[in-house]
């Protein structure tokens, strides 16, 4: 990459998240997405580093790495209808 040049990433964050309570740790989906995580980690392909994405940018030189998260609801159960057409 040249100087100048930039740089975008949008990755989901693993293990899902809900910021409601309504996922629960022993719920299907909580247990199904942490077992999904440990087995990527296992064969070498962690889909879990979206959280450090910026560290590893400034790590490897880049400067200026701004980071920016998002609410993307996975459904039509958000009562927001912005929210909720995103999850549709």
Not at 19 to 47: C, F, I, M, Q, Y
Request: net charge negative; aromatic share 10%; hydrophobic share 35%.
């Amino acid at each position: 990459m040249t100087p100048g040049g930039w740089i975008e990433i949008a990755d989901p964050l693993n293990p899902v998240t809900c910021d409601d309570g309504t996922l629960t740790e022993d719920s299907a989906l909580a247990k199904w997405n942490r077992h999904l995580v440990d087995a990527s980690v296992k064969l070498g392909a962690p889909l879990n580093g979206a959280s450090d994405y910026k560290r590893y940018l400034e790590d490897a030189g880049f400067v200026n790495v701004v980071q920016h998260k998002y609410k993307w609801p996975t459904n039509n159960w958000p009562k927001d209808p912005k929210a909720k057409n995103i999850g549709e």
